[in-house]
């Protein structure tokens, strides 16, 4: 910012932000969308003349990297023809050009400025059909992106100001809601047309290279804040891996396999790699997601961890490189499926960034405030549809699966129904709402005692819900969950994992005889046959005695659970957050006859536990301890520190404890144990055969540093490799 | 001054209790309204109100009983609700919910992790859940359930509920909420609660969600509901206390409260409705403003009040202010009609800093009225607003509050040096000049970001300026809005106070009945119900009246939202009166599908998806003082009120001798152009370089902002 003064700078910037939320702003008006209003589920920006975000809109965070994404496709593919000219937009929908999915629809637009471009602008919303062999265009049988609908590349859908009557009309061909995809298109365009006039009176008052150089100043401003703040932190190499269990849209083939999604993230300097290339081959179903997919995941994890105090725009990806060869399950090569991607692989990208920054931003004192466990690890959608009025069917979407719980902190519990982690202001309907307008009645919503993970710090509780059909005809609900057999939530630095997905289906139940002698029964309580659920168990049928519970995944702990204190975990019970079963069976508490935790006999349970603990077998024995003074240099997550003593560095627990040099793997030296019980450690039943969890504790104190989720043969997990760790 | 010592009963008083002043405004026949303030009294409010009301005696020059006794009517906004509910010093509460749903209030619509946080959404680890008005063990699910049509499906246990109450009173509590699933639809098993409670325990406080908050959606009843109950007590306290005090100071004349819905109620009613008392001080402001713009025909206006710590911005739209179905409060959502005010963090004490990146920014951190700005010599070291204004020359620090509270510049240079004109190698003048720009720019955006978000378009509009500090840049955020017109009232420094004794009594009565058309269907207004629709607002209306004594000068508004099925947007409009017919209907249906073209534009109207008519509500209003108001003194010739002339700093053109004149000594039929400063008691009104200012025949002060640009 060498020209500008900072005054002009401050008052530009701010007006740049005014003018996103005014394009925001009419965007919501004339869609009128649920999607739009409530949901949140656009974005706008302005980015300068080569497609960098320069400010973009506080909605959903996976839209700020498509964005840009679309606009250079648009000048990649449209600059010589048709040819990019004042007054022309531009329509693009395709996942290989740099939206999600095709569901969004992003239009942009360049803002010519006394002949010169000044700098684009741009809206996307997620419309609510764009085609494709199902209504909604999540096309769970799909598996190629041929049955997934309309999806456009860089097409000129405005030409000099004036609309192209027969590229509108050819998007309106190719959805079942045509009405309001008509609006979301005109609100696309409205939002670019206040962005054009914004910034031309801005340009008027104060100069187009002024203005440019504003926008310019604050990409760098950003850049400089992020690479400032990673050059502060240790180099270091961090490994995340998420399984995927089976494919989507073929539930009910004999296939099963469990996907992964893997990251290595490298931070080196000032920057940031991210190398997803350990990834499994794109599947058949739609849970692949594209590179944009990929790229929406890593800005949803990046910008709320490391960028919280930035302006969020291109800055923040200057840093970033990311690698990943085409046809893998996280940057899948067409004709991949990949509607559901950003709910299912692209959603695991997101969990195992938000893994990887957050234990490298664990090896500092300074940002470990930031660091946090898995939150939640996918929804259960639930979609249900019933005879409506005028005899067709009427479909009904129900959210009650975002109402998730956030991941433990280092410094607090993780928050109660916090929602998804890309949604920065997320909001679920009334009870009311939804009975109002679809065929269920609620017997229960609300928090799921022992859903959030355990730890030291708790991951948070997750809303589940009750439902039984009532007031409907021929009634088919379709759910598909991963995060079935798997638990997504994972725990960190010895925190366990969150729920798991559960649902629970009762068919031919007594609950109308129940509610008819004066009760509203408990699901326990209900008699009928409870079938096996899958993940992805798609459609059946729900009659007017069947009774349906949800417990959607919910955030993993923070921190040996044993170290919970005894204060936190009697509120805990006091409020209802851990039942008093799991305050034995997970947290080893001994409670007294009145059920309250009995002090003395816990600790000595724990003590207790800690002994079995130092008893399990390590790959290798302790290194000989440094006898030298001992400097600590920096955390190596929540209880281990890396230390400097006898010229060397070493990975030492805070007992004092010294448990490998430092250019090793803590793991092989701390003793280990495999657990196939997920019961044990949370509130789940159903692990995949393939997996297991292992627990690796301090064989001084007994500490458990980590509970890994890993496949039963996979070496161990390499997560915090420090790159500086020679003296 | 025409003096009296006539114990005649003629004064209208007004009252505002802010945090930091206590303002009143006194009414009388045909004479100006006098302004008074006196510092707020935080351990117990009313002693502020007396000391104001002392101060106005001693203007009147009678003893303060003389004054009391004198005075026929009494009208009162306070912060005292909002202040209770934030800082969670309620009543002891319990909450009663349909079995099954105790988790709704903390669950809040899965918001419950970001409200409250403002623009700090997106940093994660500082969400929380906010402290809770009700703790979950006093959160009882009750054996009952209606359904979505209105039908018992489980019959309450009227057992049950005797039991619970026993052991919540055994508890502690002195308050109940109940809010039952559909109770708006089927009251009976609330309405039998009620019954209970007035038999096993006549002296708790209750509130039933259907008579609150009877509109569809369990969370915010619920929260509107537990609010009620919550403060309730707290404000029945309030009131009696104030009361009493005035009574024994010599009152004898009608005592009224502010609703935010838009008017008084009897301090009587206040204590049943202590949640409509949310935020009632910038109501007061936008009705004292909707009552100015009917007056000077401006029918779109938006209000602008800067203060200490905030700027707070209402918009009014043909004439009414806009009225919100739900809003935020005290990080909860609740279900009353109230008129819409949006506030961010800019005021005169608006700190202003460098950041690391050498990027000057001013605010949302506040140095308040303690310390205050540097220039108040009360140890604030770090720079503000207001010290902007001192050192750029728009406030003369000699006469500062009518030189009652003299300012220190040095203080003010001193911190500006240090903290914003060496980090950024500026001058101190240069510096200031930077602070200003940068506050009145952000003010700026907020109008135009409040006007576009309703669908409109700020250069529609007029900008109504006060608070102490809104007159003092108002030239300056208006002009970059792209605003022409903007009026400083007389009444500026009280505004809120103003509005609370010029407004009308009030009560809005409300309840949720949906009705929707089939998609496709030609002439939606068929497929409603006229008779349902008749019957539920003569229902309401009779409420309304009777809740207004039944007083035969109530004027009815009656109003019914609706929005196009499956899309997000709903219009609240005005039912014509009498009875309401099919034809009623389609015209209705009509003027909506207008209304949202004029608002999101043409073509937007997705009439082929059907109509759903949701919430009906009534709106009844009694004049309450009827006053003339005489016309303020002052000349026409500004020349006789010019002080002389001083260097002011203006961003816009550098340092220029800018005329100053006393305000006071305005009168009808003045004008002027700027440059100039307008020194009255209270504030300092500027009028920006190639700005022109004229004083309408109220004394308004009506400024062309349009200026040279």
């Given at each position: 910012m060498t020209a500008i003064d900072p005054v002009t700078f401050e008052v530009i910037r701010h007006r740049l932000l005014a003018i996103t939320d005014e394009q925001g702003a009419t965007l919501a008006a004339i869609s009128g969308s649920t999607h739009v209003v409530e949901a949140s589920d656009y974005n706008v920006g302005l980015y300068l003349p080569d497609g960098s975000v320069a400010a973009m809109g506080r909605t959903i965070l996976s839209h700020s990297s498509s964005m840009a994404a679309i606009t250079r496709s648009v000048i990649g593919d449209c600059a010589d023809d048709p040819g990019i000219n004042a007054g022309d937009m531009f329509i693009v929908n395709d996942p290989w050009k740099g939206t999600v999915h095709a569901q969004d629809v992003g239009v942009v637009a360049p803002i010519f400025y006394q002949g010169e471009l000044l700098a684009w602008t741009g809206a996307m919303c997620h419309m609510v059909d764009v085609g494709g062999m199902t209504p909604g265009s999540f096309c769970i049988d799909a598996t190629d992106s041929y049955q997934e609908g309309l999806q456009m590349p860089p097409t000129k859908l405005v030409d000099g100001g004036k609309v192209r009557t027969d590229v509108w009309n050819l998007v309106l061909a190719h959805t079942r809601m045509a009405a309001t995809v008509n609006l979301d298109l005109r609100a696309l365009i409205a939002a670019n047309h206040t962005a054009v006039r914004a910034m031309t009176a801005l340009a008027d008052k104060y100069g187009a290279e002024t203005v440019r150089a504003v926008m310019s100043s604050l990409i760098e401003l950003s850049e400089k804040r992020l690479r400032n703040r990673l050059a502060r932190l240790p180099d270091a190499r961090l490994h995340s891996r998420a399984f995927l269990d089976n494919d989507g849209g073929l539930a009910l083939s004999r296939e099963n396999a469990t996907y992964e999604v893997d990251l290595v993230l490298t931070k080196r300097g000032d920057s940031l790699h991210f190398d997803y290339s350990a990834s499994s081959p794109q599947a058949k179903g739609y849970i692949n997601c594209a590179f944009s997919g990929m790229m929406a995941g890593i800005a949803a994890a990046l910008l709320p961890t490391l960028a919280y105090d930035a302006p969020w725009n291109e800055g923040l990806f200057k840093p970033v490189e990311v690698h990943c060869p085409e046809g893998l399950i996280c940057n899948?090569?067409?004709?991949?499926?990949?509607?559901?991607?950003?709910?299912?692989?692209?959603w695991l990208v997101e969990m195992t960034a938000i893994e990887c920054l957050s234990k490298l931003a664990a090896c500092s004192d300074e940002l470990i405030a930031e660091a946090q466990a898995v939150p939640a690890g996918g929804p259960d959608k639930f979609v249900l549809t019933g005879a409506g009025e005028n005899g067709g069917r009427q479909t009904y979407v129900i959210m009650d699966c975002l109402a998730t719980g956030g991941a433990a902190y280092a410094h607090r519990d993780g928050v109660w129904t916090q929602g998804q982690h890309n949604i920065e202001r997320q909001k679920i309907s009334n009870v009311e709402a939804v009975e109002m307008d679809s065929p269920l009645l609620y017997l229960w919503r609300g928090l799921v005692a022992d859903s959030g993970g355990a730890g030291r710090t708790r991951g948070g509780m997750s809303m589940g819900a009750v439902y039984t059909v009532h007031g409907g005809r021929d009634v088919t609900a379709l759910n598909s969950a991963h995060g079935w057999e798997v638990p997504n939530s994972t725990g960190i630095f010895g925190g366990y994992p969150g729920a798991q997905n559960t649902r629970t289906v009762i068919h031919g139940s007594d609950v109308r005889a129940r509610l008819a002698a004066g009760q509203i029964p408990a699901v326990e309580e209900l008699s009928g046959d409870r079938p096996v659920m899958r993940g992805r168990q798609g459609l059946y049928h729900l009659g007017d005695d069947d009774v349906l519970a949800t417990v959607p995944q919910a955030g993993g702990g923070w921190g040996d659970p044993l170290e919970r204190s005894l204060l936190a975990l009697q509120a805990d019970l006091d409020f209802g957050a851990v039942t008093p079963e799991a305050a034995v069976r997970v947290y080893h508490a001994v409670l007294d006859g009145e059920g309250r935790v009995d002090e003395a006999a816990t600790l000595a349970r724990r003590e207790q536990l800690r002994d079995e603990r130092r008893g399990w077998p390590a790959e290798r024995p302790l290194p000989a301890q440094p006898r030298g003074a001992r400097t600590r240099l920096h955390p190596l997550g929540d209880r281990l520190d890396v230390i400097e003593a006898d010229d060397a560095r070493w990975v030492a627990c805070h007992c004092g404890v010294v448990l490998a040099p430092a250019t090793e793997q803590w793991r092989r030296h701390a003793g280990m144990s495999v657990v196939h019980d997920v019961h044990a450690l949370g509130h789940a039943t159903r692990l995949d055969e393939g997996l297991e969890l292992r627990l690796y504790a301090c064989p001084g104190c007994g500490r458990l540093h980590t509970a890994d989720v890993v496949r039963r043969e996979a070496a161990h997990l390499d997560d915090i490799r420090l790159l500086d760790a020679e003296v | 001054?025409?003096?009296?010592?006539?114990?005649?009963?003629?004064?209208?008083?007004?009252?505002?209790?802010?945090?930091?002043?206590?303002?009143?405004?006194?009414?009388?026949?045909?004479?100006?309204?006098?302004?008074?303030?006196?510092?707020?009294?935080?351990?117990?409010?009313?002693?502020?109100?007396?000391?104001?009301?002392?101060?106005?005696?001693?203007?009147?020059?009678?003893?303060?009983?003389?004054?009391?006794?004198?005075?026929?009517?009494?009208?009162?906004?306070?912060?005292?609700?909002?202040?209770?509910?934030?800082?969670?010093?309620?009543?002891?509460?319990?909450?009663?919910?349909?079995?099954?749903?105790?988790?709704?209030?903390?669950?809040?619509?899965?918001?419950?992790?970001?409200?409250?946080?403002?623009?700090?959404?997106?940093?994660?680890?500082?969400?929380?859940?906010?402290?809770?008005?009700?703790?979950?063990?006093?959160?009882?699910?009750?054996?009952?359930?209606?359904d979505s049509s209105g039908r018992e499906l489980v019959a309450l246990d009227e057992h049950e509920v005797r039991g619970l109450l026993r052991r919540l009173r055994d508890e502690g509590v002195r308050a109940l909420a109940v809010s039952f699933l559909w109770s708006f639809l089927n009251a009976e098993h609330e309405t039998a609660v009620g019954r209970i409670v007035a038999e096993e325990?006549?002296?708790?406080?209750?509130?039933?969600?259907?008579?609150?908050?009877?509109?569809?959606?369990?969370?915010?009843?619920?929260?509107?509901?537990?609010?009620?109950?919550?403060?309730?007590?707290?404000?029945?306290?309030?009131?009696?206390?104030?009361?009493?005090?005035?009574?024994?100071?010599?009152?004898?004349?009608?005592?009224?409260?502010?609703?935010?819905?838009?008017?008084?109620?009897?301090?009587?009613?206040?204590?049943?409705?202590?949640?409509?008392?949310?935020?009632?001080?910038?109501?007061?402001?936008?009705?004292?403003?909707?009552?100015?713009?009917?007056?000077?025909?401006?029918?779109?206006?938006?209000?602008?009040?800067?203060?200490?710590?905030?700027?707070?911005?209402?918009?009014?739209?043909?004439?009414?202010?806009?009225?919100?179905?739900?809003?935020?409060?005290?990080?909860?959502?609740?279900?009353?009609?109230?008129?819409?005010?949006?506030?961010?963090?800019?005021?005169?004490?608006?700190?202003?800093?460098?950041?690391?990146?050498?990027?000057?920014?001013?605010?949302?951190?506040?140095?308040?009225?303690?310390?205050?700005?540097?220039?108040?010599?009360?140890?604030?070291?770090?720079?503000?607003?207001?010290?902007?204004?001192?050192?750029?020359?728009?406030?003369?620090?000699?006469?500062?509050?009518?030189?009652?509270?003299?300012?220190?510049?040095?203080?003010?240079?001193?911190?500006?040096?240090?903290?914003?004109?060496?980090?950024?190698?500026?001058?101190?003048?240069?510096?200031?000049?930077?602070?200003?720009?940068?506050?009145?720019?952000?003010?700026?955006?907020?109008?135009?970001?409040?006007?576009?978000?309703?669908?409109?378009?700020?250069?529609?509009?007029?900008?109504?300026?006060?608070?102490?500090?809104?007159?003092?840049?108002?030239?300056?955020?208006?002009?970059?809005?792209?605003?022409?017109?903007?009026?400083?009232?007389?009444?500026?420094?009280?505004?809120?106070?103003?509005?609370?004794?010029?407004?009308?009594?009030?009560?809005?009565?409300?309840?949720?009945?949906?009705?929707?058309?089939?998609?496709?269907?030609?002439?939606?207004?068929?497929?409603?119900?006229?008779?349902?629709?008749?019957?539920?607002?003569?229902?309401?209306?009779?409420?309304?009246?009777?809740?207004?004594?039944?007083?035969?000068?109530?004027?009815?508004?009656?109003?019914?939202?609706?929005?196009?099925?499956?899309?997000?947007?709903?219009?609240?409009?005005?039912?014509?009166?009498?009875?309401?017919?099919?034809?009623?209907?389609?015209?209705?249906?009509?003027?909506?599908?207008?209304?949202?073209?004029?608002?999101?534009?043409?073509?937007?109207?997705?009439?082929?998806?059907?109509?759903?008519?949701?919430?009906?509500?009534?709106?009844?209003?009694?004049?309450?003082?009827?006053?003339?108001?005489?016309?303020?003194?002052?000349?026409?010739?500004?020349a006789e009120s010019l002080i002389g002339s001083r260097p002011v700093y203006f961003p816009e053109c550098g340092r220029v001798d800018a005329s100053v004149y006393r305000g006071e000594g305005l009168g009808a039929g003045a004008s002027l152009r700027g440059p100039a400063i307008l020194e009255f008691a209270g504030t300092t009104v500027v009028v920006g370089p190639g700005q022109s200012l004229a004083v309408d025949p109220y004394n308004n002060l009506v400024i062309d902002c349009r200026g040279n640009v």
């Open positions: 899948a090569s067409r004709p991949a499926a990949v509607s559901g991607g950003a709910l299912e692989a692209g | 001054m025409g003096t009296t010592t006539d114990t005649a009963v003629r004064f209208f008083v007004g009252t505002d209790v802010g945090g930091t002043f206590t303002d009143l405004v006194v009414l009388e026949d045909n004479r100006p309204p006098r302004l008074f303030k006196a510092p707020t009294t935080p351990h117990d409010r009313s002693e502020g109100v007396v000391n104001a009301l002392a101060l106005a005696a001693a203007s009147y020059d009678v003893s303060l009983r003389e004054f009391c006794a004198a005075i026929a009517y009494f009208s009162h906004g306070t912060t005292a609700a909002t202040n209770a509910l934030i800082e969670r010093k309620g009543t002891p509460t319990a909450l009663l919910t349909t079995r099954g749903f105790t988790d709704t209030l903390l669950i809040q619509r899965s918001m419950t992790s970001w409200v409250g946080m403002g623009a700090a959404t997106g940093h994660y680890s500082r969400r929380r859940n906010p402290g809770p008005i009700v703790p979950r063990d006093r959160i009882a699910g009750v054996t009952e359930r209606i325990w006549p002296e708790a406080y209750v509130t039933l969600s259907h008579e609150v908050a009877p509109v569809l959606g369990e969370y915010e009843r619920s929260a509107t509901t537990v609010v009620n109950s919550y403060l309730g007590p707290v404000i029945r306290d309030y009131v009696a206390g104030l009361e009493g005090r005035l009574r024994s100071t010599g009152f004898t004349g009608d005592f009224s409260i502010m609703d935010s819905g838009g008017g008084v109620m009897r301090a009587a009613d206040a204590a049943r409705r202590a949640a409509s008392m949310l935020t009632s001080g910038p109501a007061g402001g936008v009705l004292a403003s909707a009552a100015l713009a009917r007056r000077l025909g401006h029918r779109n206006v938006i209000t602008s009040d800067m203060g200490g710590t905030s700027f707070d911005v209402g918009l009014i739209v043909d004439s009414e202010p806009l009225v919100e179905r739900v809003s935020e409060v005290g990080d909860l959502h609740l279900a009353l009609p109230r008129i819409k005010v949006t506030a961010i963090g800019a005021g005169g004490g608006s700190i202003a800093w460098v950041d690391e990146a050498g990027v000057l920014a001013v605010g949302p951190e506040s140095a308040g009225s303690v310390p205050g700005p540097a220039c108040y010599g009360r140890g604030g070291d770090r720079p503000t607003v207001t010290d902007a204004d001192v050192v750029l020359g728009v406030i003369d620090p000699e006469r500062f509050l009518g030189g009652r509270m003299p300012l220190e510049r040095a203080l003010a240079e001193k911190a500006i040096r240090l903290h914003v004109a060496d980090p950024l190698g500026l001058s101190v003048e240069e510096a200031a000049a930077g602070i200003r720009q940068v506050a009145d720019n952000h003010m700026a955006d907020l109008l135009r970001k409040v006007t576009v978000e309703q669908g409109y378009d700020p250069r529609d509009f007029t900008v109504y300026a006060y608070g102490g500090a809104g007159p003092t840049h108002a030239y300056a955020y208006t002009e970059a809005a792209g605003i022409a017109t903007l009026v400083v009232p007389p009444t500026s420094t009280v505004h809120s106070a103003y509005g609370t004794v010029t407004s009308d009594r009030y009560r809005a009565v409300q309840t949720t009945d949906v009705q929707r058309t089939p998609p496709g269907a030609a002439d939606p207004a068929e497929h409603l119900d006229p008779a349902r629709i008749n019957a539920t607002l003569d229902d309401l209306s009779l409420r309304c009246r009777a809740d207004l004594d039944d007083d035969p000068r109530v004027r009815l508004s009656r109003i019914v939202y609706l929005k196009f099925r499956r899309q997000a947007h709903e219009l609240p409009l005005t039912v014509p009166d009498g009875e309401v017919t099919t034809d009623v209907l389609r015209a209705l249906v009509a003027e909506f599908c207008d209304a949202y073209e004029r608002l999101y534009g043409a073509g937007t109207a997705l009439l082929g998806a059907g109509v759903e008519l949701h919430t009906l509500r009534v709106e009844g209003r009694v004049g309450v003082t009827g006053i003339t108001e005489g016309g303020y003194e002052g000349s026409a010739e500004p």
